[in-house]
C-alpha cells in the first residue's frame, strides 16, 4: 500500500524585547541563574501582570508579514500545568481569541512552489529551565527564562515531505530575522520546532495517528527526524500494527526517534480566562501604522536583485540571506555601479573571510565603499584581478582603503606594451624547449606561455595585453 505523509509544525519564536511580557525583568540570555527574575515572573501571590506594548506590535509585524488576519479583539487564557519550572503553576497564553489567524507562507522544493497555510498566531510567556545533574542526582531550575515573550505559529497539516517543513521553518526563521523581532538562535532555544507527523493510504481523507517529535534543533535535524519517523510509522502499519499516539524525542548522535510519553488523548489543560488582563484592541491605526512599517521582505527583495540588478536566483538568494548583507551589496552596487562584479565579490572573498573568522557581515573591516574601490580600480585597468586579491587581504588585515595598499606595495597593473613585450621575448627565449613544442601542434602551452610571462611581472601585466602580445609572437615564430 502506499501512504502519504502528513506533516504539521508549531513554531515557537522568542521575541527581541529587552524585557519580559508582562514585567521589567531583562530577557537578556546568559545571566546567572535566577538573575533576571522579579515577583511577578516567580509567581509570587498579590503580585499583577502588566503587558509589555511591543511585545503585540513585534507579534502583528509577523501576522502582517504571513498574511494573517489580525483579530480586532483577542485575549489572555490561563494554560493550568504542573512543572517545576513554571512558577505560577499556570502559563499565560492566547487559546480561544488569538492575536491573528488564517494567514500562509510560499515555499518552493524541488522547482515546485507551494502555500503552507497558518492557522493561528498567538502571544504567550516562556516557561523556566530545569537542569539535571546526572553525577549529583539533582534538579535545578533556572527562571530567568520565565516569562520571556514568545509567540506561536501554528500551521495547517498541509505538508506532505520532510523537505517541505525544513523548507517551511527556513521560511519562517528568514522572515522573523529580516522584521527584527527574533534572533532565530536555535541552540538558545529564540526559535524551536515542534512536529506532528502521521501516514494514511493514499486517497484517504481522514488522518492517520500521529506522533509528535521533539529536541530538534536545527533544520536538518528536523528533516531527519521526520525522515526517520516515516520509515517506522510505515514499517508499523505495512506489518498490520497500529502507531501509538506519543510524544517522541529526536535524538541525533543514534539518528532515531524514541518515545518520551504517551499521548492517548489531548492534554486538558483546562483553560479558563485570565481574569489579571483585559483584552488586546487593535485599532484601524494602530494596525497601519505596524503594516507601514515593514521592511521589504526576503521573497520580495530576491525577486527586486534579480529584475533590477540582472543577477541569477542564485546569487539574488544567497545575498538576501539576511538583511544586513543585502544592504551591505546594495550599498556596494551604488557605489560601483557593477551588479555581477560586486555580487562575484561579495559572494566570493567577503563571505569566506566573515566565515573563516566567524564575524557577520556588520562586524566586517572591509566597508562597502573600500570594496567598491577595489571593484573601480580592477575595472579601469589599474590592477589585475589576480592583484586585486592580495589588496583584498590587505584591506581586511589593516583596513586602508585599496588605492592606497596598491600605492604602497607598488601593485599598479603594467599596461606598457613595450615594456610587455620585451618581458613576453624574455619567456620565449627562456623556454626553447616548450616554444618547440608548440610549434609542432601542442597548443595547449599558450596557457604555459601566459603563467610564466604573469609570474616574471609578479601578477602585476595587463592579462589582455599579455595574450596579445603571445598571439602575435607565436604566429610569427
Same mark, same amino acid.
Given at each position: 500500500? $502506499?501512504?502519504?505523509?502528513?506533516?504539521?509544525?508549531?513554531?515557537?519564536?522568542?521575541?527581541?524585547?529587552?524585557?519580559?511580557?508582562?514585567?521589567?525583568?531583562?530577557?537578556?540570555?546568559?545571566?546567572?541563574?535566577?538573575?533576571?527574575?522579579?515577583?511577578?515572573?516567580?509567581?509570587?501571590?498579590?503580585?499583577?501582570?502588566?503587558?509589555?506594548?511591543?511585545?503585540?506590535? *513585534?507579534? &502583528?509585524?509577523?501576522?502582517?508579514?504571513?498574511?494573517?488576519?489580525?483579530?480586532?479583539?483577542? $485575549?489572555?487564557?490561563?494554560?493550568?500545568?504542573?512543572?517545576?519550572?513554571?512558577?505560577?503553576? *499556570? @502559563?499565560?497564553?492566547?487559546?480561544?481569541?488569538?492575536?491573528?489567524?488564517?494567514?500562509?507562507?510560499?515555499?518552493?522544493?524541488?522547482?515546485?512552489?507551494?502555500?503552507?497555510?497558518?492557522?493561528?498566531?498567538?502571544?504567550?510567556?516562556?516557561?523556566?529551565?530545569?537542569?539535571?545533574?546526572?553525577?549529583?542526582?539533582?534538579?535545578?531550575?533556572?527562571?530567568?527564562?520565565?516569562?520571556?515573550?514568545?509567540?506561536?505559529?501554528?500551521?495547517?497539516?498541509?505538508?506532505?515531505?520532510?523537505?517541505?517543513?525544513?523548507?517551511?521553518?527556513?521560511?519562517?526563521?528568514?522572515?522573523?530575522? *529580516?522584521?527584527?523581532?527574533?534572533?532565530?538562535?536555535?541552540?538558545?532555544?529564540?526559535?524551536?520546532?515542534?512536529?506532528?507527523?502521521?501516514?494514511?493510504?493514499?486517497?484517504?481523507?481522514?488522518?492517520?495517528?500521529?506522533?509528535?517529535?521533539?529536541?530538534?534543533?536545527?533544520?536538518?535535524?528536523?528533516?531527519?527526524?521526520?525522515?526517520?519517523?516515516?520509515?517506522?510509522?510505515?514499517?508499523?502499519?505495512?506489518?498490520?500494527?497500529?502507531?501509538?499516539?506519543?510524544?517522541?524525542?529526536?535524538?541525533?548522535?543514534?539518528?532515531?526517534?524514541?518515545?518520551?510519553?504517551?499521548?492517548?488523548?489531548?492534554?486538558?489543560?483546562?483553560?479558563? /480566562?485570565?481574569?489579571?488582563?483585559?483584552?488586546?484592541?487593535?485599532?484601524?491605526?494602530?494596525?497601519?501604522?505596524?503594516?507601514?512599517?515593514? /521592511?521589504?521582505?526576503?521573497?520580495?527583495?530576491?525577486?527586486?536583485?534579480?529584475?533590477?540588478?540582472?543577477?541569477?536566483?542564485?546569487?539574488?538568494?544567497?545575498? $538576501?540571506?539576511?538583511?544586513?548583507?543585502?544592504?551591505?551589496?546594495?550599498?556596494?552596487?551604488?557605489?560601483?555601479?557593477?551588479?555581477?562584479?560586486?555580487?562575484?565579490?561579495?559572494?566570493?572573498?567577503?563571505?569566506?573571510?566573515?566565515?573563516?573568522?566567524?564575524?557577520?557581515?556588520?562586524?566586517?573591516?572591509?566597508?562597502?565603499?573600500?570594496?567598491?574601490?577595489?571593484?573601480?580600480?580592477?575595472?579601469?585597468?589599474?590592477?589585475?584581478?589576480?592583484?586585486?586579491?592580495?589588496?583584498?587581504?590587505?584591506?581586511? @588585515?589593516?583596513?586602508?582603503?585599496?588605492?592606497?595598499?596598491?600605492?604602497?606595495?607598488?601593485?599598479?597593473?603594467?599596461?606598457? $606594451?613595450?615594456?610587455?613585450?620585451?618581458?613576453?621575448?624574455?619567456?620565449?627565449?627562456?623556454?626553447?624547449?616548450?616554444?618547440?613544442?608548440?610549434?609542432?601542434?601542442?597548443?595547449?602551452?599558450?596557457?604555459?606561455?601566459?603563467?610564466?610571462? &604573469?609570474?616574471?611581472?609578479?601578477?602585476?601585466?595587463?592579462?589582455?595585453?599579455?595574450?596579445?602580445?603571445?598571439?602575435?609572437?607565436?604566429? &610569427?615564430?
Amino acid at each position: 500500500m $502506499t501512504y502519504e505523509t502528513v506533516i504539521g509544525l508549531e513554531v515557537h519564536a522568542q521575541l527581541l524585547t529587552k524585557t519580559k511580557i508582562f514585567c521589567g525583568c531583562s530577557t537578556r540570555f546568559g545571566q546567572e541563574p535566577n538573575s533576571n527574575t522579579c515577583p511577578i515572573c516567580l509567581g509570587m501571590p498579590g503580585t499583577l501582570p502588566v503587558l509589555n506594548k511591543k511585545v503585540v506590535e *513585534y507579534a &502583528m509585524r509577523m501576522a502582517h508579514a504571513t498574511h494573517c488576519r489580525i483579530n480586532r479583539t483577542s $485575549t489572555w487564557a490561563r494554560k493550568n500545568y504542573f512543572y517545576p519550572d513554571l512558577p505560577k503553576g *499556570y @502559563q499565560i497564553t492566547q487559546f480561544d481569541h488569538p492575536l491573528a489567524e488564517a494567514g500562509y507562507v510560499d515555499i518552493e522544493t524541488g522547482g515546485v512552489k507551494k502555500r503552507i497555510g497558518i492557522t493561528r498566531i498567538h502571544m504567550e510567556e516562556d516557561a523556566g529551565k530545569s537542569i539535571h545533574d546526572d553525577l549529583s542526582g539533582s534538579s535545578y531550575v533556572d527562571l530567568n527564562r520565565a516569562a520571556v515573550p514568545l509567540i506561536e505559529i501554528v500551521s495547517e497539516p498541509d505538508m506532505r515531505a520532510p523537505e517541505e517543513a525544513a523548507q517551511y521553518l527556513r521560511r519562517l526563521h528568514e522572515i522573523l530575522v *529580516y522584521l527584527e523581532i527574533c534572533d532565530g538562535n536555535m541552540e538558545e532555544g529564540s526559535f524551536r520546532c515542534d512536529a506532528n507527523i502521521s501516514l494514511r493510504p493514499e486517497g484517504q481523507e481522514a488522518f492517520g495517528i500521529r506522533s509528535e517529535l521533539k529536541n530538534m534543533n536545527s533544520f536538518n535535524n528536523v528533516q531527519h527526524a521526520l525522515e526517520y519517523e516515516i520509515l517506522r510509522q510505515r514499517a508499523i502499519l505495512e506489518r498490520g500494527d497500529q502507531v501509538v499516539q506519543e510524544t517522541r524525542l529526536w535524538d541525533a548522535s543514534q539518528g532515531l526517534t524514541h518515545s518520551m510519553r504517551g499521548k492517548e488523548e489531548a492534554h486538558d489543560y483546562r483553560y479558563f /480566562p485570565e481574569p489579571d488582563l483585559v483584552p488586546i484592541v487593535i485599532s484601524d491605526a494602530w494596525e497601519e501604522e505596524i503594516r507601514a512599517a515593514l /521592511p521589504e521582505l526576503p521573497m520580495e527583495k530576491r525577486a527586486r536583485f534579480i529584475n533590477k540588478y540582472g543577477i541569477p536566483p542564485y546569487d539574488a538568494g544567497v545575498l $538576501t540571506a539576511s538583511r544586513a548583507l543585502a544592504d551591505y551589496y546594495e550599498e556596494v552596487v551604488r557605489l560601483c555601479e557593477r551588479p555581477k562584479i560586486a555580487s562575484n565579490w561579495v559572494m566570493g572573498d567577503l563571505l569566506a573571510y566573515l566565515n573563516e573568522a566567524k564575524l557577520e557581515i556588520g562586524e566586517s573591516p572591509v566597508l562597502p565603499a573600500a570594496l567598491a574601490q577595489l571593484i573601480g580600480i580592477i575595472g579601469d585597468g589599474t590592477i589585475s584581478g589576480k592583484i586585486a586579491k592580495e589588496v583584498f587581504e590587505g584591506m581586511w @588585515q589593516s583596513g586602508k582603503q585599496p588605492k592606497e595598499i596598491v600605492e604602497e606595495k607598488g601593485l599598479v597593473q603594467i599596461t606598457d $606594451t613595450g615594456e610587455l613585450e620585451k618581458i613576453v621575448e624574455g619567456v620565449l627565449d627562456a623556454h626553447q624547449k616548450q616554444l618547440e613544442q608548440y610549434r609542432a601542434g601542442k597548443d595547449q602551452l599558450f596557457g604555459f606561455f601566459v603563467g610564466q610571462t &604573469m609570474k616574471a611581472t609578479g601578477g602585476k601585466a595587463n592579462p589582455e595585453i599579455v595574450n596579445e602580445l603571445l598571439k602575435k609572437k607565436l604566429s &610569427m615564430s
